[in-house]
């Protein structure tokens, strides 16, 4: 016996009965999920919310960061202040909006989704769901360029070089097939 695969790609026509239980089971898993999410006890809120440039109060001071201290994420107001040229474009871009698209198709609450939605999922201080860190939706800065703590502490440090493979992570064959990284750096660059 010898097995295969068949992916299914846009070749072949979806039966609408079969998709309909796959689109039910979606939004029955998702509102599972959302449930838990809206139940939990409120723990360490993983974001210190939208803080105002170039140093919120909130970042530690270089003196109480260790190397087990997980800095906060700062979300994309963070940047504004001296990167307003790149805050313009991310405004206007589909990163910014990136969440929607997951509640258009009820999907906000599937970690297999989110990942690929917010900022800092499944890292310390990152995104848990939109409930308990509403502040870390959308692909905002620190998802492509990492953690802004330490460069808002110390602008000069080298911060934020992001490689196209980067881009790969998320823009994958089957999430993004129209995927063309230079075609879609047009729309982003900054």
Same mark, same amino acid.
């Given at each position: 016996?010898?097995?295969?695969?068949?992916?299914?790609?846009?070749?072949?026509?979806?039966?609408?009965?079969?998709?309909?239980?796959?689109?039910?089971?979606?939004? =029955?898993?998702?509102?599972?999920?959302? =449930?838990?999410?809206?139940?939990?006890?409120?723990?360490?809120?993983?974001?210190?919310?939208?803080?105002?440039?170039?140093?919120?109060?909130?970042?530690?001071?270089?003196?109480? &960061?260790?190397?087990?201290?997980? +800095?906060?994420?700062?979300?994309?107001?963070?940047?504004?202040?001296? $990167?307003?040229?790149?805050? &313009?474009?991310?405004?206007?871009?589909?990163?910014?909006?990136?969440?929607?698209?997951?509640?258009?198709? =009820?999907?906000?609450?599937?970690?297999?989704?989110?990942?690929?939605?917010?900022?800092?999922?499944?890292?310390?201080?990152?995104?848990?769901?939109?409930?308990? &860190?509403?502040?870390?939706?959308?692909?905002?800065?620190?998802?492509?360029?990492?953690?802004?703590?330490? $460069?808002?502490?110390?602008?000069? +440090?080298?911060?934020?070089?992001?490689?196209?493979?980067?881009?790969?992570?998320?823009?994958?064959?089957?999430?993004?097939?129209?995927?063309?990284?230079?075609?879609?750096?047009?729309?982003? +660059? $900054?």
């Amino acid at each position: 016996m010898r097995g295969t695969h068949v992916w299914l790609t846009r070749r072949y026509p979806s039966d609408p009965r079969l998709q309909g239980l796959i689109d039910a089971t979606i939004a =029955r898993v998702n509102e599972a999920n959302r =449930r838990l999410a809206v139940s939990a006890p409120p723990g360490p809120v993983a974001a210190v919310g939208d803080v105002p440039s170039p140093r919120p109060p909130e970042v530690p001071a270089a003196s109480d &960061t260790g190397p087990t201290t997980h +800095k906060p994420f700062l979300t994309s107001s963070a940047c504004q202040g001296c $990167h307003m040229d790149a805050t &313009t474009v991310y405004g206007g871009s589909a990163h910014a909006r990136a969440f929607d698209t997951l509640r258009q198709a =009820r999907q906000e609450y599937n970690p297999e989704c989110v990942s690929c939605h917010v900022t800092g999922f499944n890292e310390p201080l990152g995104f848990v769901n939109a409930h308990q &860190t509403p502040s870390l939706i959308n692909v905002q800065c620190e998802a492509c360029h990492g953690n802004a703590a330490e $460069h808002v502490r110390d602008p000069q +440090k080298p911060f934020g070089s992001v490689p196209p493979r980067r881009c790969f992570a998320c823009h994958t064959k089957e999430n993004s097939p129209d995927f063309i990284f230079y075609k879609y750096w047009q729309q982003i +660059k $900054h």
